[in-house]
């Protein structure tokens, strides 16, 4: 039995750099982000703001999410984050809520 997973997006502010993640716990690797836990590039360029995710029953199903995301371009990206999120708000002290 898969557990599921979540596909997420991280930046350092507004309109700014992005990355595109996939984990079975959000909570903690966005925390992991936030601290620099984490080495390369989110660490490196100061991703620390949750601002999107998605949650998907079956792991599988997240990682072919992020897979395929990561093939679009910045817009299609930054269209999805203001569907949800149109002020950009770091979203990491809303998933305990």
Known sequence: MQKG???????????????LGVTSGLARRAWQHREGRI?????QYGLTRLVWYEWHDDIRLAIQRETTMK?????WKVRL?????????????TLNQ
């Not at 997973?5 to 990355?19: A, E, F, K």
């Not at 984050?81 to 002290?93: A, S, T």
Request: no cysteine; hydrophobic share 35%; net charge negative.
């Open 81 to 93: 984050i203001h569907g949800m999120n149109p002020d950009w708000d770091d979203l990491y002290e």
């Open 5 to 19: 997973g979540w596909v997420y997006i991280m930046t350092n502010r507004r309109n700014g750099m992005l990355y």
């Open 71 to 75: 093939h679009w371009s910045r817009a």
């Open 39 to 43: 080495d390369g590039f989110t660490k």
